[in-house]
């Protein structure tokens, strides 16, 4: 699976949209880009998924540039209960064996 | 529908006690899986089973074993605990390995 980079931390002030960037250069061409959450202390949660075109769903938009080299997790109204640690994953799309491979995410602080 | 659920919740060890972490899923998914969680780090996989019968190991399995007993169960086994393992574990299921995972709220483990 292709390597994720990340920034460490970011902030966001309550109401206005929150975009997380990933790089993610050497992805391959079946690889999707996944996008989870860990909020304080509890399991993960699935936010979004995509391969190359932009996806949305209650919860966020997903922006993939054309060249795929990178993509943008967005929460469009950031609320407090949106801080959390979120990850970046890329992964083939079919059973390989291969489980979810979690780096060290981007930790998002959402401030009144 | 409880999801994905693990006990015992918390649990202290001393070094050398054996025990075994219990997970169950009732969304009647494929594939499941455990991670261990240690302090400021990401997920790492331990072991995890793409179907009933199957299992295989992930980053760190040393020092666990594993018994899918059925669709629904699979558990982990520390046969001789060390204060290295020492960390939150979480279990996780999806419909194939390649799709939405589903988290279970952990449990939190040490080992004096």
């Known amino acids: 699976d292709a390597k994720t980079t990340q920034p460490p931390s970011m902030d966001c002030a309550e109401g206005r949209a929150a975009n997380l960037p990933c790089n993610h250069s050497?992805?391959?061409?079946?690889?999707?880009v996944y996008w989870y959450r860990q909020i304080h202390s509890q399991g993960p949660q699935y936010i979004i998924h995509g391969l190359k075109n932009n996806e949305t769903n209650e919860m966020a938009s997903l922006i993939i540039t054309e060249d795929r080299k990178s993509s943008t997790l967005i929460l469009p109204h950031a609320t407090l209960r949106d801080t959390a640690v979120y990850y970046c994953?890329?992964?083939?799309?079919?059973?390989?064996?291969?489980?979810?491979?979690f780096g060290k995410g981007t930790s998002l602080l959402v401030t009144p | 529908n409880a999801g994905v659920t693990q006990t015992p919740k918390f649990q202290v060890l001393k070094t050398g006690q054996s025990m075994t972490l219990q997970c169950a899923q009732d969304?009647?998914?494929?594939?499941m899986y455990w991670y261990r969680q240690d302090p400021g780090m990401g997920l790492r996989l331990i072991y995890y089973s793409a179907s009933e019968g199957t299992t295989d190991k992930g980053e760190v399995p040393n020092g666990y074993n594993v018994s899918r007993l059925n669709k629904r169960e699979f558990s982990l086994r520390l046969e001789s605990a060390a204060p290295s393992q020492t960390s939150v574990y979480f279990c996780?299921?999806?419909?194939?390995?390649?799709?939405?995972?589903?988290f279970g709220q952990g449990t939190r483990l040490t080992v004096v």
């Open positions: 050497t992805i391959s061409g079946n690889e999707y």
């Open positions: 969304m009647n998914h494929n594939s």
């Open positions: 996780a299921s999806s419909v194939q390995d390649y799709t939405e995972a589903f």
């Open positions: 994953i890329v992964r083939i799309h079919s059973n390989s064996g291969y489980a979810l491979n």
